[in-house]
């Protein structure tokens, strides 16, 4: 018998990412619910993932799609009680399911208590400390106190106003106006954020994704800076320092926060959203004493191209592995245009920009799906833990003929719609093809409306069909969890035709054919999975695992 510590369970695990607005929606007001995720729970089981982290669900007037939260310990009624919750995660670990909540520290509502009391207090006051609030520039104080710009678009200011009805200080807003920032200097906000988690993880919590894990401190004397926002809103790039993103001083932070869930049983995990390049600076997110894990953004970033795949496979095993932790691979999430489309686009996307009926280089959706397809099956198979957005194992591509007069996401009303933004992979999921707003309800009400050709691609439809992309994804994970693959080493096998991958892992081999007409001669072996159906060659845009 062996005597080794039984592994931790996040550092293989398969996270599926459920965005409650749109995965099922048990009331039927059209915006999903807590009821109508614990109903669903047994097919995400039968899928075979480990864990399930969800966007939030808080008190929140919606104005980021709950990222914007007036009371960080409840659950708005929009999507349930707290008893809906305690009863979601029952469900959940009767099945063996982890669960992981979303944490937004970086700002809060302007709805929050905290801040309806900031604004009333007035200058100086110790309401006002917990967030950052400063006098304008120019002779009235009537200009920004600096240059910085909204992810969202716009400036990162708002002039607030006083009591009287006079304009007053300004507050800062990385996000959208009804987003403001807190300041983390202020031991209150600490204490604050201990308080939240504990009572997560009281609730029986497996962990935290931490929204903008970057954010939070902002640089002394807040200078002026201009980020190239149009590369990468959520500030990926790589670039001179920024005074927003990716400060040292987030660190204390998040050993703080590691020491708090440290003190609770069963594993318990913090994973960063750190929009932060290059991956050597991202792994300092996941350095021992601070977050177990942190998205693997450049993953999602590569281009569907075999060197560039390559390269960045190699570093992040490289990069994390450097700190201890295990690498993530991440294709899709809730802010960025589905996979299944972007890998097919011909024209430039910045991340959080989206598409719409009238942007450059939109995708061919058969070349999209297929290209979808054959990056989820190298993902799978790569050593390390993955995320899977919710419809992303259906193959779903992102939503582009979302009329004007639907698209809810501030990103559009910031830009005056030159961004779409991202309700495209916002859209609620199609679970049968005959029902209402296809199974996500019974009343077909729906918050963002559903594609018609979303039909064709039904969970139900899907199940039946060996071929469908469901079933790819059932297959991947049952083998992955078979094979052991997440916990495998890469072997890079030589001497591939280029535009080509092949490695060995956890005894098998991966081959995929990924640059534009490349073809592959199949290897002999037996083929245990194939993203496209294979002949004697593996065609372009194509994954395989072979057992030789
Ligand atoms: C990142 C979240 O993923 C995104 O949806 C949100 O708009 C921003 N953070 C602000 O909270």
Redesign the pocket.
């Known amino acids: 018998m062996s005597t080794a510590a039984p592994a931790e369970w996040w550092r293989t695990a398969v996270i599926y990412q459920i965005y409650p607005r749109s995965f099922s929606d048990a009331s039927g007001d059209g915006i999903g619910d807590l009821a109508g995720i614990t109903s669903r729970l047994n097919d995400l089981a039968a899928l075979g993932v480990d864990a399930i982290w969800l ?1 939030p669900f808080y008190t929140s007037p919606q104005k ?2 709950g ?1 914007d939260v007036a009371d960080f310990t409840d659950v708005d009624p929009l999507f349930g009680t707290l008893a809906d919750f305690d009863e979601m995660v029952a469900r959940a670990h009767e099945l063996g399911l982890r669960v992981i909540v979303d944490i ?1 520290p ?2 809060s509502s302007d709805q929050h208590a905290w801040f309806k009391a900031a604004l009333a207090a007035g200058e100086g006051s110790p309401e006002r400390a917990r967030y950052v609030f400063r006098d304008g520039r120019g002779e009235a104080g009537e200009l920004p106190p600096n240059n910085w710009h909204s ?1 969202f678009g716009g400036p990162a200011w708002t002039r607030s106003v006083n009591a009287d009805g006079t304009p007053g200080q300004w507050f800062l807003h990385l ?1 959208d106006s009804t ?1 403001p920032d807190f300041d983390w200097t202020n031991p209150e906000v600490l204490e604050e954020f201990d308080r939240v988690l504990r009572f997560w993880l009281d609730r029986g919590a497996d962990g935290f994704r931490v ?2 894990a970057h954010g939070l401190i902002k640089a002394d004397g807040l200078p002026d800076f201009t980020f190239d926002d149009d590369a990468n809103s ?1 500030g990926g790039t790589e670039g001179p320092q920024s005074p927003y993103f990716g400060l040292e001083g987030v660190h204390d932070i998040w050993r703080r926060w590691r020491r708090v869930v440290d003190e609770y049983e069963g594993d318990r995990v913090l994973a960063a ?1 750190a929009w932060v390049l290059p991956l050597s600076k991202m792994a300092k997110w996941v350095r021992s004493d601070e977050m177990h894990q942190a998205f693997n953004f450049a993953y999602l970033e590569t281009d569907w191209k075999a060197a560039d795949l390559r390269g960045v496979i190699d570093e992040s095993l490289e990069e994390f592995g450097k700190v201890g932790a295990p690498s993530t691979w991440v294709l899709s ?3 960025v245009v589905r996979h299944a489309s972007r890998l097919a686009l011909s024209a430039e996307n910045p991340q959080g920009h989206g598409i719409g009926p009238k942007s450059l280089g939109l995708p061919d959706p058969v070349l999209g799906l297929r290209r979808g397809r054959a990056a989820s099956a190298l993902m799978l198979s790569l050593p390390g833990s993955a995320y899977v957005y919710q419809g992303e194992e259906l193959g779903l591509p992102e939503a582009i003929d979302i009329p004007d007069e639907a698209r809810q996401d501030p990103t559009w009303f910031r830009t005056e719609g030159e961004r779409y933004g ?1 309700d495209g992979c916002r859209v609620p999921l199609p679970w049968s093809a005959d029902a209402p707003a296809y199974g996500f309800n019974t009343t077909g009400d729906t918050w963002l409306p559903q594609p018609a050709e979303w039909a064709g691609l039904a969970r139900d439809v899907q199940l039946d069909d060996p071929s469908s992309t469901l079933n790819l994804y059932g297959r991947a994970l049952r083998l992955r969890r078979e094979l052991g693959l997440a916990e495998g080493e890469v072997e890079w096998i030589d001497g591939v035709p280029e535009g080509a991958l092949a490695f060995r892992t956890g005894g098998i081999e991966v081959w995929a054919a990924v640059d534009p007409g490349v073809e592959v001669p199949l290897p002999d072996g037996e083929v245990l999975l194939a993203s496209a159906p294979v002949t004697d060659t593996i065609p372009a845009d194509t994954t395989v695992w072979l057992r030789r």
């Open positions: 966007s980021d799609a990222y937004v970086n700002h992810v996000f987003q929204d903008v959520m959203e999430n809730h802010d991202r």
